[in-house]
Each structure stands twice: as C-alpha cells, then as structure tokens.
C-alpha cells in the first residue's frame, strides 16, 4: 500500500532552516511527481512546493528563494530544505502523491517558527 513518511519538522527560530524528508513507499516513485502542502492554524491546506519525475520544481510565491525542493529517486524521497524561516511558516507540512486520481497523504510533520 502507498505510504508516505514525513519527518524533520520542529521548533525553530525566526531566520532559521529545517530539511523536512518524506520518505514514500507502495509506488513506483521516481515516475511520479511529489509535492510538499502545508496547513496552518484555521487556514486551509495550500500547495507550497512540487517537482516532477524529470525535476522540474514550482513553488508558491510566499517561500520562493527560500524553500528548495529535492527528490532521491534511489532512496525514494522527496526533501524540502525551508531558509530564512518566518513565523507565518508556522503549519503541519504534509508529502502528496497522486496516483490514478486518488491523493494521498502522509500524517504530517509540524514545523514551529517562533522566537
């Protein structure tokens, strides 16, 4: 079955940097793109970053230039390298795939930014 495991979350202070993994399993990864959602307190689930099978990344305009997106398609994970940490950051950061039309998700990890 599909499984995705994220981790690498924590507390950090402001101007900090977390590398959140997500290790992925029941699939045929290195076919599929991977994205990175998170969701914050009373918002909803927003798209923050996704790479595809050949690499290519998109990031929302709020973490460009400081978020950084990887895949290991030998080691089946997809990283998020989070820079120059800001508090509004603050969420649960989730792996996606989607497979034949159905998403899937990992439980989470929560990332804290604060002083």
């Known amino acids: 079955q599909v499984q995705l495991v994220e981790s690498g979350g924590g507390l950090v202070q402001p101007g900090g940097s977390l590398r959140l993994s997500c290790a992925a399993s029941?699939?045929?990864?290195?076919?599929?793109?991977m994205a990175w959602y998170r969701q914050a307190p009373g918002k909803e689930r927003e798209l923050v970053s996704s790479?595809?099978?050949?690499?290519?990344?998109k990031y929302v305009d709020s973490v460009k230039g400081r978020f950084t997106i990887s895949r290991d398609n030998a080691k089946n994970t997809v990283n998020l390298q989070m820079n120059s940490l800001k508090p509004e950051d603050t969420a649960v950061y989730y792996c996606n795939v989607v497979l034949s039309g159905v998403n899937y998700w990992g439980k989470g990890t929560l990332v804290t930014v604060s002083p």
């Open positions: 790479i595809t099978s050949d690499s290519s990344t």
């Open positions: 029941g699939f045929y990864f290195s076919i599929r793109s």
